[in-house]
């Protein structure tokens, strides 16, 4: 449906910037995510079940949902992001200059 009373711009959304720590937190779990369950499994394998592929499959797992939760850990720690320093929104401050 068109709106007969367009300007024809587009409305500026709210301007999310995402936080370096943020990224960086993502990055670090990805990564672990990739290295622990394999290193985990061939590490389980070579050394200490001698070729036994299900013990070490299972550590695996138990290695990826270790990631998995310490993800969760850190992210419900991590908190919601602080207010904006002043009660204007961006509207607002446009008009204001």
């Keep these: 449906m068109v709106n007969p009373v367009s300007t024809g711009r587009m409305a500026a959304g709210p301007v999310d910037t995402v936080q370096p720590a943020v990224l960086y937190k993502l990055i670090i779990f990805a990564l672990a995510?990739?290295?622990a369950p394999i290193g985990?499994?061939?590490l389980v394998l070579n050394y200490f079940s001698k070729g036994n592929t299900i013990a070490s499959a299972i550590s695996a797992?138990?290695?990826?949902?270790?990631?998995?939760?310490g993800y969760i850990?850190?992210?419900?720690l991590e908190g919601p992001l602080p207010p904006p320093p002043s009660g204007k929104g961006i509207a607002e401050v446009?008009?204001?200059k």
Excluded: E, G, R, S
Aim: proline share 0%; net charge positive.
């Design 94 to 96: 446009k008009k204001d």
């Design 73 to 76: 850990v850190v992210a419900w």
């Design 33 to 35: 995510m990739a290295i």
């Design 40 to 42: 985990t499994y061939f």
């Design 61 to 69: 797992i138990i290695a990826a949902n270790i990631v998995l939760v």
